[in-house]
């Protein structure tokens, strides 16, 4: 008699590995859930970083007033000249799901003169100094959540986590 040999996964086997895979992925699930909405967060905040960037650099290069407008309620910005209201850039969240408050709420934007430095919008309301972009309790509990905020100050501008202390990542005590 020959033996033979055999290669391969017996039925056994396979169904080990399958149990296994599936258990590591249901451990697995509520971490990645709870990165994919901080880095929801992170894209928004980053998106609103650039705007204003932008924005700060046109009213420089253009030698011209810009503004910066943001939609409290739709997940959007603008960069407009100031004096022909054309738009230079915009730009979409893409997502819904991170909430934006502006400081003060009266406002709408940040204009910058051609210093790049931060002024009183056009209708003379001031402007923003602060941008705090969150998920809703519903989405990720906010002991969990990676909630930013950008403060704007002058021309200049810094994108910071209220929720940590003692670190570079950590906002100025206001």
Same mark, same amino acid.
């Given at each position: 008699?020959?033996?033979?040999?055999?290669?391969?996964?017996?039925?056994?086997?396979?169904m080990? *590995?399958?149990?296994?895979?599936?258990?590591?992925?249901?451990?697995?699930l509520?971490?990645?859930?709870e990165?994919?909405?901080?880095?929801r967060i992170? *894209?928004?905040?980053?998106?609103?970083?650039?705007g204003?960037?932008?924005a700060?650099?046109? %009213?420089?290069?253009?030698?011209?007033?810009?503004?910066?407008?943001?939609? %409290? %309620?739709? +997940?959007n910005?603008?960069?407009?000249?100031a004096?022909?209201?054309?738009?230079?850039?915009?730009?979409?969240f893409?997502? *819904?799901s991170?909430? *934006?408050t502006?400081?003060p709420?009266?406002?709408?934007?940040?204009?910058?003169?051609?210093?790049?430095i931060?002024v009183?919008? +056009?209708?003379g309301?001031?402007?923003l100094?602060?941008?705090d972009?969150?998920?809703?309790?519903?989405?990720?509990?906010?002991a969990? %959540?990676?909630n930013?905020?950008?403060?704007?100050?002058?021309?200049?501008?810094?994108m910071?986590? +209220?929720n940590?202390?003692?670190?570079a990542?950590?906002?100025?005590?206001?």
């Amino acid at each position: 008699m020959k033996s033979r040999n055999e290669s391969g996964f017996t039925l056994i086997e396979l169904m080990i *590995t399958i149990t296994v895979l599936a258990v590591l992925l249901l451990l697995g699930l509520p971490s990645f859930s709870e990165w994919t909405t901080n880095l929801r967060i992170r *894209t928004a905040s980053e998106s609103v970083m650039t705007g204003l960037k932008t924005a700060r650099t046109e %009213a420089v290069r253009q030698n011209t007033i810009v503004t910066f407008v943001i939609g %409290a %309620a739709d +997940p959007n910005w603008q960069v407009r000249r100031a004096d022909t209201l054309e738009v230079l850039a915009q730009s979409d969240f893409g997502t *819904t799901s991170v909430i *934006t408050t502006l400081i003060p709420s009266d406002t709408f934007g940040v204009t910058f003169n051609t210093l790049g430095i931060a002024v009183n919008n +056009p209708d003379g309301s001031p402007p923003l100094t602060q941008i705090d972009l969150t998920v809703p309790e519903t989405l990720l509990a906010t002991a969990n %959540a990676r909630n930013l905020r950008i403060l704007i100050s002058g021309g200049l501008m810094k994108m910071c986590d +209220p929720n940590v202390i003692g670190d570079a990542r950590a906002c100025p005590p206001i």
